[in-house]
């Protein structure tokens, strides 16, 4: 676990860093987003122990990173957005090395290292120079780095900048199974692969925690419940008139529809409620055929928009 309280950072008149506090447990992956110059490149560094904070603490399973550096950094395996990679070296060697500077015993180093490389699906490049491997195998190889020792919280910043898809997809899928027994902070700017791998996203912003929750929730809190788009089949008039009978509905809004004879209509509830078993009995009995109903939950990027420009959530 790592927790986060009242954490400031400070540049001279400036704060880059303000009153920043969370806490994340072991299991959860977490995006951590924000514009740039938000804070969030200085928040991260601090959560390493990289810089320290003007104020406040950061605390990894229980122990102030300041006062227990080297404690807590052991627990805690880093990706920064370039890879600190040494490319005349062989990927087996350069692990070595990092097994080295972690300490991990002699004794137990090589079956360690062997097990990471699997992990990361190096076995085959152990033997190869850094510098020939492609851009996503050095990503790899900088995971690998990270995950000597076996730390408990893994911080991973743009791990899957410049890869194809078929790179991001692999990387995604490493992360998901690494989360499943550790603490994962995740930075990215593509905001679609957070969506595809974090359940939480904690978005800083002019240095101060915008939002934090799951994207679902963050949708219901901004547009202020829930929304389910419906397609009827139909006249406008006749909807309109048993839509306003139902009591469970909190507004309704029409939208055009590609499909002749239909109406699509966005239909609001509070914020806690589901109606979806509610509005689907009403219509049937009401005899209005359903021929689509979704949930209309903002997109990730829209949350992040959104909350860049609102008050804490």
């Known amino acids: 676990m790592i927790e986060a309280a009242q954490v400031v950072k400070r540049y001279g008149p400036h704060t880059a860093v303000d009153q920043v506090s969370f806490t994340i447990g072991k299991g959860e992956i977490v995006g951590f987003l924000g514009p740039n110059g938000a804070g969030k490149s200085t928040t991260m560094n601090i959560l390493t122990g990289y810089i320290s904070s003007t104020s406040g603490t950061v605390t990894v399973d229980g122990l102030d990173i300041l006062e227990h550096p080297i404690e807590t950094k052991k627990k805690i395996g880093y990706l920064p957005e370039n890879p600190p990679l040494y490319p005349e070296m062989t990927v087996r060697d350069y692990l070595v090395f990092a097994g080295e500077i972690k300490k991990v015993k002699r004794e137990t180093r090589k079956a360690h290292i062997n097990r990471i490389m699997e992990t990361a699906g190096l076995e085959h490049t152990a033997g190869r120079l850094i510098k020939n491997l492609s851009k996503g195998y050095r990503q790899r190889v900088g995971l690998a780095q990270a995950l000597i020792g076996d730390p408990e919280t893994l911080i991973l910043d743009e791990p899957t900048a410049g890869l194809d898809p078929k790179q991001i997809m692999e990387i995604r899928d490493l992360i998901i199974a690494l989360g499943k027994d550790r603490t994962v902070i995740l930075s990215s700017h593509i905001l679609p692969e957070v969506s595809a791998v974090c359940r939480r996203v904690l978005i800083i912003n002019q240095g101060k925690i915008a939002a934090d929750g799951a994207a679902e929730e963050l949708s219901k809190r901004l547009s202020g419940g829930n929304q389910i788009l419906l397609r009827l089949e139909g006249e406008k008039t006749a909807l309109e008139d048993a839509l306003k009978t139902a009591p469970f509905i909190r507004g309704f809004e029409f939208r055009e529809s590609p ?21 689907f009995r009403f219509l049937a009995k009401a005899d209005i055929p359903v021929l689509m109903m979704r949930s209309m939950d903002m997109s990730l990027e829209e949350i992040f928009l959104n909350v860049t420009t609102q008050e804490k959530l």
């Open 259 to 279: 499909e002749a004879g239909t109406a699509d209509v966005a239909v609001s509830a509070a914020e806690d409620a589901d109606i979806r078993r509610e509005l």
